[in-house]
């Protein structure tokens, strides 16, 4: 078994390409279950935030299993495959972990070290259980993802300073204003994004926040938190014509504002400056809107230039973490090598019980009666005799099972022993001269994270399944 992950994110695809696989937690389900459909896909966990779709899987062959995921996510984008694959990354065993693990610690995010990152890994993590596609290797995986991301957040002060989109979103009103105690606010949406954002707008001064929303009743609880107003979405041209920014992060799949309707507020403005942010994905705002007059439009993109000024502190803290995440990495890497020992051990003691139990049986016949406590003697010293005979082949196999050729130490192991009756010396011929071709490619590139321009993997077994 292998791990693999294929997705994109905001450094390999643009805002346009990410709208398209943001899918839903009814598409990802959906998506799950068509991935597993595959002989080659075992487990699977979806992670879609605003700015990332990937796919997490617990796979037999790379190849087989990367063109059936590849297929399936770009037929739910409706996209070809060829039109994909130029913004994805895949990453193959432990390089897939060390992936989640920086995903998680929010190193890999627009904002580095921003939090909200982990609660989307966590809730990936339950939609994928919850649906049954999720086993013993991703379980595995994302529990130390978790822990990892708690460890980094304990041990460094990545996080501090909060920063995250919606506190990009204040500092770039906060650069254009120069202060926002005279500003009326109009926040779209009345999700976590947009609590985060009233909170960072209370804490600037400004001088009123209105939360619009599809739902009144969520508009009237997150605008009386932070003491501004609310009103419901059918509402909301009125509140455009008042406001002097809006910040809108909703999850509608369709455009709340188009450029008509920019176009008709803006004359019942009187062409009076109107900023707007727009942190949501897919976008909420038509971004022909930015053609308009006196109309200033902002994507969840443009943030990225926002906070450069506020990381380098987090970027020393970053190095800090890196080291954390490559323990954790070689940790992790250990554990999913030993899972190729485990089998073959197992097997081991098993035929070697058998064959106990079978020539005990003849002994006790030949010995004719004995009494208890001899019997009890005999099958003590056969159980001491089996366990001193398997003691040093087993730790020689849990220490190989560490090691690059650990699937060929397995194989020849299963074949010395007889563990596995249909695997031939032909066949084992080709493994080892697979894995060993597999291993003088990854030496002859110098580094062992790439195996192409597309991959990055660490040679390690393939685990018996």
Known sequence: MHILVIGLNHNSAPLEMRELLAFSVEEQERGLSILLKSHEVYEVAYLATCNRTEVYAAVGEFNLAERHILETIAKQAHLTVEELLPHVYIHRNSMAAYHLFKVASGLDSMILGETQILGQVKEAYGVATNAGSVGKYLHELFNRALAVAKRVHSETAISQNAVSVSYAA???????????????????????????????????????????????????????????????????????????????????????????????????????????????????????????????????????????????????????????????????????????????????????????????????????????????????????????????????????????YAAIYMAVASTLFGLDQEKSVDSLDRLVKREVERIAIQKETGHARELDSKASTDVEPIIHR
């Open 170 to 404: 204040v500092e770039l009103t906060k650069k254009v204003f120069g202060t926002l105690r005279e500003q009326r606010v109009l926040l779209i949406g009345a999700g976590e994004t947009a609590e985060i954002t009233a909170h960072n707008l209370r804490e600037q001064g400004v001088a009123g926040i209105t939360v619009v929303n599809r739902t009144l009743e969520k508009a009237e609880r997150l605008a009386a938190k932070y003491h501004g107003s609310a009103g419901s979405l059918t509402d909301l041209m009125r509140w455009l014509r008042v406001a002097d920014i809006v910040i809108s992060s909703t999850g509608s799949s369709e455009y709340i504002l188009t450029a008509e309707q920019l176009k008709a507020v803006m004359r019942q403005r009187k062409q009076r400056p109107l900023f707007l942010i727009d942190i949501a994905v897919p976008r909420d705002i038509d971004p022909a809107g930015e053609a308009i007059d006196h109309l200033f439009l902002y994507d969840i993109d443009d943030l990225k230039n926002v906070v450069e000024a506020n990381l380098k502190e987090r970027q020393r803290e970053a190095r800090r973490a890196e080291k954390i995440l490559f323990s954790e990495q070689e940790a992790y890497k250990q554990w999913l090598n030993s899972q190729v020992a485990i089998p073959v051990i197992k097997e081991l003691r098993h035929e070697a019980e058998a064959l106990r139990k079978l020539e005990l049986d003849k002994a006790l016949n030949r010995l004719g009666t004995l009494s208890e406590k001899d019997q009890d003697t005999v099958i003590a010293m056969s159980s001491m005799l089996v366990n001193k005979i398997l003691n040093e082949p087993t730790q020689k196999l849990k220490t190989m099972g560490n090691s690059e």
